[in-house]
């Protein structure tokens, strides 16, 4: 599963074994959360591998501006030295 479908508070998945769920939750679903369990079986997400890009910034207010712009992807910040 991809990380936007666990970001969703409500989902319908079917697991490996053919097994329907249909979930509402109060937060987001993280890899490895157990969503149904059985006497016999436990229900695991798996996350699905995604690429990322890995930005080395030497300095501290670089990282820290290019950290808040695409944490919030808006509004454009201000930093300086003191």
């Not at 939750?25 to 006497?39: F, K, L, P, S, W």
Request: with cysteine; glycine share 8%; hydrophobic share 40%.
């Amino acid at each position: 599963m991809d990380r936007h479908k666990l970001s969703r508070r409500r989902w319908r998945g079917i697991a490996a074994d053919g097994t329907e769920f249909g979930i509402d939750v109060a937060e987001a679903i993280r890899h490895g959360d157990c969503v149904y369990q059985t006497e016999s079986t436990c229900y695991i997400i798996e996350q699905e591998p995604e690429a990322c890009l890995l930005i080395l910034l030497t300095e501290v207010c670089n990282a820290a501006w290019i950290g808040w712009m695409i944490g919030n992807l808006h509004f454009k910040a201000s930093f300086s030295e003191e």
